[in-house]
């Protein structure tokens, strides 16, 4: 039965660095409401099905998120956690997964919609999840110490929060 995270799970930290192990989430200090594009290499080094690694999105605080995450069995679920109940909103199988095997993860979201790649073959796509606006983005494993690498974070490009037109006397 998936558990949501406690507040001692919940790690606030400026970044993860290549190679770094996650405990628990690690949290990025980046809000992007309706657009955005999170990817990382992940390894899990454990065979059980039940250790799973993956992202966390939409983070409000340690009750209340999306994660998706990756068994080392192939298996993929997209979760909503609220009030601390976790409901798994949708699984599917993916590709080229198992224990100590790198695989790069992709997560688009746009608006309410989730698209998820993995080794660059959807996984989910355009997965409807409206329940969350705006939050945290991280990373989560699950029963098991994963391995993180090339994290990245991508907002989109326009109009920003800060402009500067640089035509002061």
């Known amino acids: 039965v998936p558990t949501a995270l406690t507040t ?25 409401v309706h ?10 080094p454990s065979a059980a099905a039940n ?3 993956g992202f966390v999105y939409q983070f409000q605080d340690a009750s209340t998120y999306y994660e998706v995450v990756f068994s080392p069995r192939g298996v ?22 198992g224990p100590n095997l790198w695989f790069d993860v992709e997560l688009h979201r746009r608006g309410t919609q989730t698209t998820v790649r993995v080794n660059g073959n959807t996984v989910f796509l ?16 699950h029963n098991t110490t994963g391995r993180f690498e090339n994290v990245d974070e991508k907002g989109p490009y326009g109009t920003q929060p800060v402009f500067e037109t640089f035509d002061d006397p």
């Open 8 to 32: 001692v799970d919940v790690v606030s930290a400026l970044g993860v660095a290549d190679g770094s192990l996650c405990h628990a989430p690690c949290m990025r200090p980046f809000v992007f």
């Open 51 to 53: 250790a799973q690694i």
């Open 35 to 44: 657009e955005y594009v999170y990817q990382a290499r992940m390894l899990n």
């Open 126 to 141: 355009n997965a409807e999840q409206a329940d969350l606006a705006g939050g945290l983005l991280g990373l989560v494993t």
């Open 76 to 97: 993929a679920q997209l979760r909503r956690v609220q009030g601390g109940v976790v409901t798994v909103e949708k699984t599917a199988a993916y590709l080229q997964g």
